[in-house]
């Protein structure tokens, strides 16, 4: 059985919630300028073992053998977000930039120069969007993070650790639990309405910028004709949170004259008290792929994960369970989660398998200050 020891410490600073801003302006003409973010660093010591890993099979996330030490940024990356809002008669309107800064590199260099690439780590833009809203709801127009599968990552406790790395001397952000329980919603280009704030009940709903769902043996659905269509329902009272949440693309094999839509539901539920939360979340999917939808651990080259050798959609699935303490009046915080995620051959594949990429994963919290934690 595979088996990967992870020791980790970091530092974060920055909002004490990703709701709350750090600096607010307010402008004459009613319009207000917002700037809040994060900085991370964790210090990562790695060693797996040399036997039972799954690299080499389709959607494999863990090596075998090896051990190494990396300064890098968690799951959560660190982010600079400036927001623009403001109110034009009964329409409110708002513009929102997220970069998402790296502050290692990959591969043991110092830095990026002779990998075609600029010096220095990596800038991720992450979000550029606008909105346009009233009591009838919001419309976002632009890049920002998928529906389907986004709760199941936003209520992670591996969302502010490292959880997966996803390798000895990455760069980047780590796993955290994508691939291990969930599949990224990725931050993708779309046109989402949602209905009003503020309600114990919410729907999203959106077109989003279709993806090619790659595979093996000539087998390419490239031709994307229409958009892929993404929604989400929320309802929260009180200190239970439950959601559901799904996608659905159609793609073509232009040379074979062949469709297929990829389909994936996904929900799951939080109960959360002040000093106790359990969360459980599920998905389920055909054609989606595994750890990032519709290709495999994040090689474009990895397209083959959805489809099958004989060129039909294969299946995949996962789960997360996780706890959390925090005791009566104390700044420290105890979380422990355990998921598992999938990825199943088609029926007319000539080798049947099934993938398992498993985490178990703790962590502990302490908030130092209102903006600052340590993280184990």
């Given amino acids: 059985m595979k088996r990967v020891a992870l020791l980790c410490l970091g530092l974060a600073v920055g909002a004490a919630s990703a709701a709350?801003?750090?600096?607010?302006?307010?402008?004459?003409?009613?319009?207000?300028?917002t700037f809040s973010g994060n900085v991370n660093a964790f210090a990562i010591y790695e060693?797996?073992?040399?036997?039972?890993?799954?690299?080499?099979?389709?959607?494999?996330l863990i090596g075998v053998g090896g051990k190494g030490f990396n300064v890098r940024t968690g799951l959560l990356p660190a982010f600079a977000v400036f927001d623009a809002k403001g109110k034009?008669?009964?329409?409110?309107?708002?513009?929102?930039?997220?970069?998402?800064?790296?502050?290692?590199?990959?591969?043991?260099?110092?830095?990026?120069?002779?990998r075609g690439t600029q010096a220095g780590a990596q800038i991720d833009m992450r979000q550029v969007y606008l909105t346009v809203g009233g009591t009838w709801g919001q419309i976002l127009a632009g890049r920002e993070i998928g529906l389907f599968n986004r709760q199941n990552i936003l209520t992670d406790q591996t969302l502010f650790g490292i959880g997966a790395t996803g390798g000895?001397?990455?760069?980047g952000t780590t796993l955290g639990r994508i691939g291990f329980g969930y599949i990224y919603p990725n931050f993708v280009a779309q046109m989402t309405y949602?209905?009003?704030?503020?309600?114990?009940?919410?729907?999203?709903v959106g077109v989003f910028q279709p993806s090619a769902l790659g595979g093996p043996a000539g087998a390419n659905y490239n031709q994307l004709q229409v958009p892929r269509v993404e929604?989400?329902?929320?309802?929260?009272?009180?200190?239970?949170?439950?959601?559901?949440?799904?996608?659905?693309?159609?793609?073509?094999?232009?040379?074979?004259?062949?469709s297929k839509t990829a389909v994936g539901a996904g929900g799951g539920f939080r109960f959360g008290p002040s000093q106790f939360s359990l969360t459980g979340s599920g998905y389920w999917g055909k054609g989606i792929g595994t750890t990032l939808q519709f290709i495999g651990a994040g090689d474009p080259t990895d397209a083959g994960v959805a489809v099958g050798t004989d060129g039909d959609l294969r299946t995949s699935y996962g789960f997360i369970g996780q706890v959390t303490f925090t005791p009566a009046n104390s700044k420290l915080t105890v979380a422990?989660?355990?998921?598992?995620?999938?990825?199943?051959?088609?029926?007319?594949?000539?080798?049947?398998?099934?993938?398992?990429?498993t985490l178990i994963s703790g962590g502990i919290y302490f908030q130092a200050t209102k903006s600052l934690k340590v993280v184990g």
């Fill in 168 to 171: 000895i001397g990455g760069g």
């Fill in 47 to 60: 060693s797996t073992s040399e036997s039972g890993g799954t690299l080499g099979a389709p959607g494999g």
């Fill in 194 to 204: 949602s209905t009003p704030a503020g309600r114990p009940g919410q729907l999203s």
């Fill in 20 to 33: 709350e801003a750090q600096l607010t302006m307010q402008m004459t003409n009613g319009w207000s300028f």
């Fill in 88 to 114: 034009e008669g009964a329409t409110d309107l708002g513009v929102h930039f997220g970069f998402a800064p790296q502050i290692n590199n990959p591969g043991g260099v110092h830095d990026n120069f002779g």
């Fill in 336 to 357: 422990g989660s355990y998921g598992s995620s999938y990825l199943k051959s088609t029926d007319g594949e000539p080798t049947d398998f099934k993938t398992e990429n």
């Fill in 231 to 258: 929604a989400e329902g929320t309802f929260k009272t009180g200190s239970v949170l439950v959601w559901v949440n799904g996608t659905a693309q159609n793609a073509k094999d232009p040379i074979a004259d062949v």
